[in-house]
């Protein structure tokens, strides 16, 4: 690390940044609450990035990034604050996004997530998939639940990262963490390693491609607890991107092998406060009960969504009922939380029903 970039980094955290953006012949931008920022006396050449990134690479990593002009990384600053970096090629030159990491693990209360979720660190198998846009918090969610496996159970938990985000100490678990580019190659190879590695508890960084996909539902099907990610906008979409990636000759019986082992979805937006300081996770739970199994296995995904609105006591909730809750509770304000409802209707619908007043739809 250069001392030019270490110092950008203790910036970052002096702001309370969440993340930085770095780019050749540019000033440094920072994300703060929400909201980026140039930071003054920031400007950097081309030159001056490129020494940055490579100075953050080992041999094998600096050949991924020859190979696919973008890699992941972590980095830590000698007091302890940690940062995941994303080096990237854009019009020739190299850029980079780097996303500050939380130093403690906090509780699904401190990161005001359903406390129901607890739930999710208590299964023995199957598979569990987090799903939300870059930068919406999948990663701290499973860090918490991680964690709280790691405190409450005597188990060996295996982790596989595109960078090692969240380091985690042996507390009641043996807990193992795995890097792409520095011990691993692949998710792939890493999940079908993992077989002999004798884990209770798996955790897959990202589904990036078929085969992470084929190994990680393999894992479930023999008696493994799977954690991942996906980048789709909800729960129900998840399985579709699941499905559809694999070969039209497969997906009925990888829908079927869905239905068996997949425990639960749940899909994750960060909506900025009232306030504008922080930002709230509004999420859509989707939890897999003999009635949903089925309607994975028969190929009826619009049906799902009627049974996650009707699955409450399952602990379901749709996306639209997580936005009226934080509405009512005063967390964000109506017209922020409209903007990434789904069923507009449905929305207003449920915040009416909990508010005192009465929100008016837009005309049209």
Avoid: W
């Avoid at 979720?117 to 930068?135: I, K």
């Avoid at 709280?148 to 595109?162: F, G, K, P, Y």
């Avoid at 493994?224 to 729960?235: E, M």
């Avoid at 239905?259 to 930002?279: C, D, E, F």
């Amino acid at each position: 690390m250069t001392p030019e970039f270490e110092t950008l980094l203790q910036r970052c955290v002096t702001l309370a940044a969440s993340d930085l953006h770095i780019s050749a012949n540019l000033p440094v931008s920072a994300r703060i609450h929400g909201r980026l920022e140039i930071l003054p006396d920031s400007f950097l050449t081309a030159e001056a990035v490129h020494d940055m990134a490579r100075a953050l690479m080992n041999h094998a990593q600096h050949q991924a990034f020859e190979r696919d002009c973008t890699l992941d990384l972590a980095v830590s600053l000698p007091e302890g604050h940690r940062f995941r970096v994303n080096v990237y090629r854009e019009r020739g030159q190299t850029a980079m996004a780097i996303r500050r990491l939380d130093e403690t693990f906090r509780t699904l209360a401190e990161l005001h997530l359903p406390a129901h979720m607890d739930e999710l660190a208590t299964l023995r198998d199957g598979l569990v998939l987090l799903t939300g846009p870059t930068g919406s918090g999948k990663s701290t969610t499973l860090a918490t639940l991680i964690h709280r496996i790691n405190l409450t159970r005597a188990c060996h938990i295996l982790t596989i990262e595109d960078p090692i985000e969240y380091l985690h100490q042996n507390q009641k678990s043996v807990i193992h963490q795995r890097e792409l580019y520095t011990d691993v190659p692949s998710f792939a190879q890493a999940v079908r390693a993992a077989m002999r590695e004798d884990p209770d508890v798996i955790l897959v960084g990202e589904m990036r491609d078929v085969e992470t996909m084929r190994a990680a539902i393999t894992a479930a099907e023999t008696g493994h607890l799977v954690f991942s990610t996906l980048h789709t906008g909800d729960t129900v979409g998840a399985m579709d991107r699941m499905i559809g990636l694999f070969p039209a000759g497969e997906q009925e019986s990888v829908r079927h092998q869905l239905s068996m082992v997949l425990r639960a979805v749940v899909a994750q937006r960060l909506l900025p406060t009232r306030t504008g300081i922080g930002r709230v996770p509004a999420v859509e739970i989707l939890r897999v009960t003999p009635a949903v199994a089925n309607l994975i296995r028969t190929g009826k995904p619009q049906q799902i969504y009627s049974a996650i609105e009707a699955g409450t006591a399952h602990g379901m909730q749709t996306m639209e009922q997580s936005l009226a809750g934080l509405v009512r509770d005063g967390f964000v304000s109506y017209e922020t939380a409209r903007m990434l409802a789904r069923d507009l209707q449905s929305f207003h619908d449920r915040v009416n029903m909990m508010a005192d007043t009465t929100f008016m739809p837009p005309a049209g």
